[in-house]
């Protein structure tokens, strides 16, 4: 009888017809799910968001998204970034200091964006004993201009314990990523820097390496050294930077941008009562939010305005990021150096140094 009811039992399997017996049959009521379709990849882009400042000065991006179960089937980044270019204002010079060749597309400071390749290009690293403790700025192809207070403190006036990068625009570049290193031979701090209150916070070093005669993503900046800058509330200025993407947080993989507002010279002070003297700037915004933080001392703080011997736009040199209370509080803009105010000692450190 057993061997006659599992024969039975296999011949209605074969049949077609299933009983209530859960290993003969698969269940009707839960039949198996089809093997999921191939990934394709990517979906389409999405639509550009608008530019992010005027005159060119900004970027804009669009996003995409990824259906696959693993990021892998995705190659590529999900955001695309694009410079803009408006027909509004001057466009920017395509040569000399101050000009800049940004990527079309690329792959924090506090509130800020990614920045293209290129898109700032005098921004410089500063290595102190191998590890990245500010930042600084390309001037006249030889010389970086930085806070007093980064090269101040045990060592930081040595030479010999600096190093220099130029063009990074991501921490993790392989090799052949058009990046200038170069060790230091001179660092000059400011004669009347005052560490108590961070006045005459400027520093210059000059490199020891030669830069590349040609390079798209290596230019200097042109130097705001006039005493009547007329940079103001209304400019299109930019910080840029390395820093910590949040007060208290870790530093950026990929050079960070923002765009900030002058603060006027009433508004600066009343941030900072008795703290603001004739050579400090303020930039950034009532309400917080967008602003330097640790790390992005001594980089630039730089605008665009018009050449005066063409109708085109250069960049200059402003102001140097030095300090504020915490980063991107509320009624708390960063301080810079103001650079107008050291037109005359800067040329005299070039010219010292000139030939060494």
């Not at 005459?200 to 070093?205: E, F, H, K, R, Y």
């Amino acid at each position: 009888m057993f061997n006659l009811f599992a024969a039975g039992m296999l011949f209605v399997c074969l049949a077609g017809i299933c009983p209530q017996i859960s290993f003969c049959c698969p269940s009707q009521s839960n039949p198996p799910p089809p093997p999921p379709p191939p990934c394709g990849g990517w979906d389409d882009w999405g639509e550009w968001t608008e530019c992010n400042a005027p005159c060119g000065a900004g970027q804009r991006h669009r996003t995409r998204v990824c259906p696959c179960e693993t990021a892998t089937e995705c190659p590529g980044e999900d955001t695309e970034y694009q410079m803009c270019k408006f027909m509004t204002c001057f466009p920017e010079a395509d040569g000399g200091c101050g000009t800049r060749q940004p990527e079309g597309t690329s792959q924090r400071i506090v509130g800020g964006e990614n920045a293209a390749r290129g898109a700032w290009p005098w921004y410089a690293q500063l290595y102190f004993r191998g590890s990245f403790v500010c930042g600084g700025t390309l001037v006249d192809n030889k010389y970086i201009v930085t806070a007093a207070h980064c090269v101040d403190g045990s060592g930081g006036n040595v030479a010999a314990y600096w190093k220099v990068i130029l063009g990074k625009n991501r921490e993790n570049d392989g090799e052949d990523n058009n990046e200038h290193v170069s060790y230091v031979t001179r660092v000059i701090i400011h004669e009347s820097y005052n560490r108590n209150n961070n006045d005459n916070d400027i520093a210059v070093m000059v490199l020891a390496s030669p830069l590349p005669e040609e390079s798209r993503f290596i230019n200097s900046v042109c130097l705001d050294a006039g005493v009547s800058a007329g940079f103001d509330s209304t400019s299109v200025c930019y910080i840029a930077g390395f820093g910590r993407t949040q007060e208290g947080g870790t530093t950026a993989d990929v050079l960070q941008e923002a765009m900030v507002p002058f603060y006027n010279t009433r508004d600066c002070r009343n941030a900072y009562p008795g703290r603001i003297t004739d050579n400090m700037i303020c930039a950034g915004y009532m309400k917080g939010g967008i602003d330097s933080c640790q790390g992005d001392s001594g980089g630039p703080l730089v605008c665009s305005r018009r050449d005066e011997s063409a109708n085109v736009e250069r960049w200059y040199l402003a102001g140097i990021t030095s300090w504020g209370y915490g980063c991107a509080r509320p009624n708390n803009p960063g301080v810079y150096t103001k650079v107008a105010r050291y037109g005359d000692w800067l040329k005299n450190v070039f010219a010292s140094h000139s030939g060494k």
